[in-house]
């Protein structure tokens, strides 16, 4: 906590552990009572501190707690996403003001205009606060201001023709002083400011006075002392009019200046800054003599930037880096690196478009090159990227033309075990169990042998994934806890939630709410630490769970908030999807307008995506009353799934029979139900369910049996969906005094679950 106000301590954390302490601390408050935290001129701070804001937001959503931030429009320009995907968010645009607000805030900063002048420069200032500001300020720097404020045709036309001229009435040092902080940023330091200006620091102190008392400078203060620190620009827009006066070779050489200063303080901190500095010299003068040579300081520089950023969990912003290196990149081994560092940068970040053509360019490259290793280690990241964005056909193939490119060479080689592991991996998605277990195995002891844990460690998650759906139970879960382990020490966090994931995912069959708190936690992990493709993945798992076990709001507002965040096209159609079960469920008008919104699905998207939109439009059927097309669905939706999620539409499908009295159908769907290997407690207890209902159709005895069963199998588990269907079809099908009191409860389950689109099904 001392890090808040001794800021020299701070690389001795964890941004994580930072950022989890200062949460906790004004959580810790808020439990008392309700806390506002403000944050004035957001758009002068820096990346660290509205990364904060946002972690706080998330993590204190449920809190009595209010975070207002007041910014220019340049914050949109740090951040065009600001508040996207966070819940409770709200913004207000404050508009132009009118005459007599500009007359007002005159009449209090430059209280000696006459009326007429007053009426001139509100008219000028067109609403714009800042232009009266700014004319107070020009008044207070002499006669020439109050020469202009005399005439209405000496007046400046615009605010930035007014901040020009402000500037044009510097001295000479001062105005060069200016120039340099404008190539400095938006805060810098006093010694910074004198290395840019090749001034001495006592020299250049009076000229600071006097750009202090303009108000074009500010000093911010010091948390630990009061004490002034660093110096700011007092508006953003001073800084641009400045910067955009400098000419290019000048632009050029301060900000070489600029970055010969911060590489004299080896700080690793500041390489982004130093990176960004290089960068803007090289782009001042492209065509110039030394852009070579500083493009060759520049590029090593973006790409540590990136890596920094990396660490700082910011994937957008190394992004960024790389792509501005690659624009100065010439040498074709180089760019094949940064072009790995910017898929793997752009996968992070949710650009999955950027990730395939930077992969596709990098297969290209290195077979170009001559590197078949390198080509096949680069296919192995294309098919990972597949597998993330449920293209598991595309994956497999992909996989497969590399193996075989590599040829006998591959058992031995790091990229060869790599693509073995995405094998294992597309099988393990595309439900053949036993393939992804075997080539698990192969990867996994390759790996160790060559000494090749990240590769390893993957191949360990799919080895227990696959275990476990083969009924290894125990070794399966023993696998993914000890990848976990070894992902936890070694900071492997991508690995550690995709086993989170897989974890997740096989605890459904057996216990769908372990599943909602296990998928629901991994999605707040990746969400804070901006691992936005493993985020998507943990929020569609958790939100399919939530289903299930009624936490029907938690899962809209998550779906709301996923809604403005990058995704690959198969985890919109997966969101789209249970979306569009939860409107259903609510008796929402029109509620598969979510999946019509998508508009056509591209022809070579994945089987399993299409079931699962033929899986929700069969809820919509069911909750309006259509069995039978409710089956029909239901049924194609199996055809085309696998392992939970073909169960799943397997219990639907035999559901809607029952509802439509059709026992043939609902007896064919039981044996297939009975013929699947996916095993736990809410699948058997499904299973139970349905086979009273045959048993209620038939008019047999064991129905009664069988409904008491699977309903205190639903108590157990807590799980209000499977519990309200339940109590409603003992009710329909199995008639008798025993079932008054399950009558009440169904209507009480349903109006605490909001579920008007099973109103049919309870009242009937």
Avoid at 25 to 50: N, T
Avoid at 85 to 113: C, E, K, Y
Avoid at 533 to 550: F, H, M, P, R
Avoid at 728 to 738: H, I, N, P, S, V
């Amino acid at each position: 906590m001392a890090v808040l106000i001794d800021p020299d301590h701070e690389g001795d954390f964890a941004r994580e552990e930072l950022f989890a302490a200062w949460g906790g601390l004004f959580e810790a408050q808020a439990e008392h009572r309700p806390v506002v935290m403000v944050v004035e001129d957001a758009q002068r701070a820096d990346p660290a501190l509205l990364d904060f804001v946002e972690y706080l937001v998330s993590a204190a959503y449920d809190r009595a707690m209010l975070v207002v931030t007041l910014s220019r429009p340049e914050l949109l320009e740090q951040r065009p996403a600001w508040g996207a995907g966070l819940r409770n968010f709200s913004s207000l645009h404050l508009g132009r003001l009118t005459g007599g607000d500009i007359t007002q805030l005159l009449a209090v900063l430059a209280p000696g205009l006459t009326k007429a002048v007053m009426a001139r420069v509100a008219r000028r200032a067109d609403g714009v606060p800042l232009y009266a500001v700014e004319i107070a300020r020009m008044l207070e720097g002499g006669n020439a201001g109050r020469r202009a404020a005399s005439s209405d045709d000496l007046l400046p036309t615009s605010l930035h023709a007014l901040i020009a001229a402000r500037i044009d009435g510097l001295g000479d040092v001062e105005r060069s002083l200016l120039m340099s902080a404008a190539v400095l940023g938006r805060r810098f330091t006093t010694a910074a400011l004198a290395a840019v200006g090749e001034v001495n620091p006592e020299d250049s102190g009076r000229s600071v006075e006097v750009l202090l008392r303009q108000e074009m400078l500010t000093r911010d203060r010091d948390v630990r002392t009061g004490a002034a620190g660093q110096l700011a620009f007092q508006e953003q827009l001073v800084r641009d009019v400045a910067y955009r006066t400098l000419a290019r070779a000048e632009r050029q050489r301060r900000h070489l200046r600029a970055a010969d200063y911060l590489e004299s303080l080896n700080d690793e901190e500041l390489v982004e800054v130093l990176g960004d500095h290089l960068l803007k010299a090289f782009q001042a003068d492209p065509a110039h003599p030394q852009a070579a040579a500083i493009a060759e300081r520049a590029r090593p520089a973006l790409v540590r930037a990136a890596r920094r950023a990396r660490a700082l969990h910011a994937p957008d912003r190394a992004l960024e880096h790389l792509n501005d290196a690659l624009i100065m990149v010439v040498d074709d081994g180089e760019r094949a690196a940064i072009l790995e560092d910017a898929a793997a940068a752009a996968q992070a970040a949710g650009s999955f478009d950027a990730a395939e053509r930077d992969l596709r360019s990098l297969v290209q490259l290195r077979t170009t090159l001559g590197d078949r290793a390198g080509a096949a280690r680069a296919s192995a990241r294309l098919a990972g990227l597949f597998l993330v964005t449920q293209r598991n056909d595309a994956a497999l193939g992909e996989v497969e033309v590399a193996l075989v490119g590599l040829g006998d060479a591959g058992s031995d080689d790091a990229a060869g075990v790599e693509l073995a592991g995405q094998l294992a991996r597309a099988h393990l998605t595309r439900g053949d169990m036993p393939k992804a277990a075997e080539w698990a195995e192969r990867a996994l002891d390759s790996a160790t042998r060559l000494d090749l844990p990240a590769v390893a460690t993957d191949a360990l998650i799919t080895r227990g994934a696959a275990r476990v759906q083969m009924g290894e139970e125990g070794a399966g879960l023993d696998d993914l806890n000890e990848a976990i382990a070894r992902c936890s020490a070694n900071g492997m966090l991508g690995q550690e939630l995709r086993a989170r994931n897989n974890v997740a995912w096989l605890l459904a069959p057996d216990d769908p709410r372990r599943t909602l708190d296990a998928a629901r936690d991994g999605y707040e992990v990746a969400r804070q630490k901006k691992v936005q493709d493993w985020a998507t993945q943990l929020a569609s798992v958790a939100v399919v769970a939530a289903i299930d076990t009624g936490e029907w709001d938690w899962a809209l507002a998550t779906i709301k908030d996923l809604q403005p965040a990058p995704m690959s096209q198969a985890h919109r159609i997966d969101i789209a999807a249970t979306h569009t079960i939860l409107r259903s469920l609510r008796g929402a008008p029109s509620p598969g307008r979510p999946l019509r919104e998508l508009g056509h699905l591209p022809a070579d998207l994945d089987p399993q995506v299409h079931a699962l939109t033929e899986y929700a439009q069969a809820w919509v059927a069911f909750s309006g009353g259509r069995y039978r097309a409710a089956t029909d669905l239901g049924r194609q939706a199996a055809e085309k799934a696998v392992g939970l999620n073909r169960h799943a539409a397997l219990v639907l499908a035999a559901r809607s029979a029952l509802w439509a009295r059709d026992a043939r159908s609902l007896a064919s769907l039981l044996a297939l139900l009975r013929a699947e290997s996916v095993s736990g407690r809410a699948t058997a207890f499904g299973l139970r369910t349905l086979e009273a209902g045959a048993a209620a159709l038939a008019g047999e005895a064991r129905a009664k049996a069988h409904y008491r069963g699977a309903i205190a199998g639903w108590e157990e588990l807590d799980l209000p969906l499977p519990l309200l269907l339940t109590l409603a079809e003992r009710k329909t099908f199995l008639r008798g005094a025993e079932t008054v009191g399950g009558n009440e409860r169904a209507a009480l389950l349903a109006e605490r679950l909001g579920a008007k689109g099973l109103k049919r099904l309870v009242g009937s």
